[in-house]
């Protein structure tokens, strides 16, 4: 059951396209106290929204997307505020997505009893206090404005999920080559700089789909240009890596440089399609380009003028982008720029004490991404002239939405790739995420881990962080271990920034272990596919925590640092630095195939209950539970040559298993379940028996 509280006057963020089974309504007038399941609202003096509901000691708190430390989010205050951060340190309360949905689930000995979902339906500012002020007390503050507020009750964890997601609307589909290796760094320079890239791959046999470019692309960070001198003949570049089976990937930013003669500026300028101040004037920011003004995204004329730009490099042979910087990130805003210029200029350094020192310290450091900023600028939506502060979750999402809409424009046939790094809820129906500048340390792998269920019970399906870390520099072992979890994610993208130390997998002495471990994802494809867009046509979660699957488990809601992917399989990656195994816990007997590559592996069956065990350098733990079966191909240096007509199953046969395996060709936009359906059965003699969509070959691994 889904119900709906609508407390003042909120923005319509478009999240929610299906209200079918929203059952009540409500609307609660500022300062009205309203009648609430489970939660007592109060309105703060600044016209805050707050809502609190009391936890028993036991109770888990689930989801919030993009977010730092556990799978549980108790004990913690997040904040759902889109940033541009680059320390994802554990003292943060928010990141780049505005990810609003919870599960509060007390159904386990010492808890509440309750278990219901909660999604905080707004375009600015909320905040969960889930137990950090007051350890048994769960607090949703909206900041002024009005917000939504869907409760969802009754069913499983998995259920609500399913509701939510209904609500929210179906996932995004990418192709299925965007489910290969791919491979990013800012820097890359020159066309030639990536031919070099592709042929290190190709001749160390480590499989490749894309190569991603960054700003470095472009002609001075001007979105949807293309510096002729370092790409001379794009189209035909493109055409080039595409016949060895690669991907060009472009970022577009989401600041537009100021610059006469330079096409998107002067057409953004004519017809008014850029954020405003308050007097009128367009809106100055400071990013990569230098002075740049922001695309009104959120004015639906501005967001088709836009997202009709991508066409530039469509045109150009392009089939998938990153948006970035779309928080929008400000390094400065113009006018206070002059204000701390003015301030830092006229302090006297000789009689400053050193209060006055730290006040000039923090003006230098203050100027990037300030609220005061953001709340200089402003969108027409609908001819109405609405404060950036109160829609600020929204840019991205909207940036993101801007080149959907035009990819189903322009290209109606084909799925294009698109992966954002800021997104709200509503975003995953246009594109996927990337969850932006981490960094190369052990406790980010752990992080990329926890973060993965709550980002897809979000809906954001289609995702993955930058794998050996983005900035610092990454060690070849870190590089190792964090791809033994990145081969399980959608978005599998090894990215690092400038003057890092470079991390193409070529770089380092261990290239039979590094080939392996990027075979072995060529090997899973056929599972990953299938089971991705099974979780995306069905409302579901490529990830799960044990306790979704295992609600009886006692022990399985403490594991933090495993989890279910796909139906059939369970992964523990290891993510300490020199640690040779690990614990793991196991809710029911299953079968471990430790992998040292595709072909060498060792098998056993492990109990339920408590294990050390142990994981080299260059070996994967995959555990299968009873009576699943996961089919893997023989590989492929991209993913066009993975033949999934030829399979081998995973499999730990008890009595009989059944494995619906999905497939489709790859880039058809309007797919269904129904015609894309391929069961396979064995049987507890071996036997294996295929009907359906596709006749593979199946044999048992
Ligand atoms: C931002 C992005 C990063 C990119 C860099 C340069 O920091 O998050 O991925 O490499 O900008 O464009």
Redesign the pocket.
Known sequence: MVQKFVFGQPVDTEAVVNTRNVKTQEYIKPGKEGKLPHFSVKWGEKGEIILSCRMGGADIVYGLGENVRGINKRGWLYESNCS?D?NHSEEKRSLYGAHNFFILDGQRAGGSGHRFGVFADAAQKVTFDCGYTDSEELTVTAAEGGFVLYLLEDGSLREIVKDFRQLTGPSYLPPRWAFGYGQSR?GYQTADEVREIVRRHREGGLPLDSVYL??DYMERYKDFTVDEEKFPDFPEFVKEMKAEHIHLVP?I?AGVKIEEGYPVYEEGLKNGYFCRREDGREFTGGV?PGRVHFPDVLNEEARKWFGDWYRVLLDQGIEGFWN??NEPALFYEEEHLKEAQRKLSGADVDSMDIWGFFDFKGTALGIANRPEDYARMYHDMDGRKVCHERVHNLYGYYMTRAAAEAFERLRPDRRILMFS?SSCVGAHRYGGIWT??NQSWWSHILLNLQMLPGLNMCGFLYCGA?LGG?GSNTSEDLLLRWLELGIFTPLMRN?S??DTRPQEAYRFGRQEDFRNILRLRYGLLPYLYSEFMKAALNDGMLFQPLSFVYPEDGFAPRVEDQLMVGESLMIAPVYRQNAEGRYVYLPEEMKLYRFRSLDSMDVEILPAGHHYVNAALNEVLVFVRPDHLAPLSYGGEYAAAVDSSRLQLLHFIKTEAVYELYDDDGYTKHVELEGNMTKISVDQTGDITVKGARQPDCRLL
Do not use: E, T, V
Request: glycine share 6%.
């Open positions: 541009d680059p800012w960054d700003i970022i930013d990569w970035d910087m790094r932006g500048d930058d983005f990215h920034a400038l």
